[in-house]
């Protein structure tokens, strides 16, 4: 039973549930606390709440965002993202990594390995 907001992130959880290469993850929401700050394109400060957050069999750690459609933000968020990972990396010695799925990336693909995805949704984002 995972909260989900979208019939996209129910699939990719149904996913990450049977893909032998995944210990857990978790459904990222508001009441979790757990946000990136970021200045948006208008200057703003922002916060950005990645979609998953996955513990890979060899002890890497995934921040997920599952992306249908894109604005003018997402950009923005990616990088922040990037840069906390890095910098979770770097204060934890523990590899952190962040990916976007897009859902034609997810709905074409037919491998059943979170490392697989990971790879396709990489080459996918050029």
């Given at each position: ?6 019939t996209?992130?129910?699939?990719f ?10 210990v ?8 979790l606390h757990f ?8 200057g703003?400060?922002?916060y ?6 996955v513990?890979?069999r060899?002890g ?8 249908g459609?894109e604005?003018?933000e997402?950009a923005i968020?990616d ?10 990396t ?9 990916v ?8 074409s693909?037919a491998v ?8 396709l949704?990489?080459a996918?984002?050029?």
């Amino acid at each position: 039973m995972v909260p989900c907001d979208s019939t996209y992130e129910a699939e990719f959880a149904a996913f990450l549930d049977h893909a032998d290469d995944v210990v857990a993850y978790a459904k990222n929401a508001e009441h979790l606390h757990f946000f990136i700050e970021y200045i948006a394109s208008g200057g703003g400060v922002r916060y950005y709440y990645p979609d998953f957050i996955v513990l890979a069999r060899n002890g890497d750690m995934f921040l997920v965002e599952t992306k249908g459609l894109e604005d003018i933000e997402v950009a923005i968020k990616d990088d922040r993202a990037r840069k906390w990972c890095r910098d979770a990396t770097d204060l934890t010695g523990h590899s952190w990594y962040y990916v976007k799925v897009p859902y034609e990336t997810f709905r074409s693909s037919a491998v059943t390995t979170f490392d697989a995805l990971y790879r396709l949704a990489l080459a996918a984002s050029g």
